[in-house]
């Protein structure tokens, strides 16, 4: 080591290892932060949903759905528990009126006693799509190619996946911001049991 009166001095072995111990530690310090990626907010609000037995009761008067579909809806809200249906993440595929009616009535956003209230009007056309919603989640960011969002009851955020996953083939994970649980491993192919997964 050269001191300030330019002699040479030499220092004990654990004193270079600490001061090496210190420089590696200040260089991950001062390394840049990974940057989130800033991404489209088609549209945010509230929404609350009436119950899942007077869900199921809807779709039921409708010749839309088989009965099989909608057993195996009821299995999956069973398995998934009591916060299944308010918790929910679904995939958009493109801009189509057939499309919005079915995710409308199939994810209950078109029930009688469903109330939505916009806090963001619709923002996006069809060449921001593929979107995803999530209800009962505020995205927080977009980092590592990874959704990172945080559960807030009641609240709905939609926003553009077509700069992130546009053919819904990067297996792009949906996670809980802060803790880092995953929610979705693929959010073009489903999610946790938990949550009302659904693809249009």
């Known amino acids: 080591m050269i001191n300030l009166f330019g002699r040479a001095k030499a220092i004990p072995f ?5 001061l090496v111990m210190a420089a590696v530690a200040f260089a991950f310090a001062m390394r840049p932060a990974v940057a989130a990626e800033t991404f489209k907010m088609c ?7 009436g119950s899942f037995k007077d869900h199921i009761a809807e779709i039921r008067k409708s010749s839309r759905y088989g009965k099989a579909g ?7 809200e069973r398995q998934g528990g009591a916060e299944f249906f308010s918790s929910q993440i679904v995939i958009k595929e493109e801009q189509s009126g057939s499309g919005d009616f079915d995710l409308n009535l199939f994810q209950g956003y078109s029930d009688p006693n469903a ?8 923002n996006c056309n069809g060449s921001d799509y593929p979107v995803a919603y ?3 989640f505020k995205v927080s960011e977009i980092r590592d190619g990874a959704i990172f969002v945080s559960r807030a009851k009641g609240i709905v955020n939609v926003i553009s996946l077509k700069d992130l996953d546009p053919d819904l083939n990067k297996h792009t994970k949906v996670r809980v911001f802060g803790a880092g649980a995953v929610l979705c491993d693929d959010i073009g192919a489903g999610c946790v049991k938990t949550i009302f997964y659904g693809r249009y």
């Not at 654990?14 to 600490?18: F, N």
């Open 134 to 136: 999530f209800v009962g």
């Open 115 to 122: 109330k939505y209230q916009s806090v963001l009007k619709w």
């Open 70 to 76: 909608i057993d195996d809806l009821v299995k999956r």
């Open 14 to 18: 654990h004193s270079a290892i600490l």
């Open 43 to 49: 549209s945010s609000g509230t929404i609350t949903l």
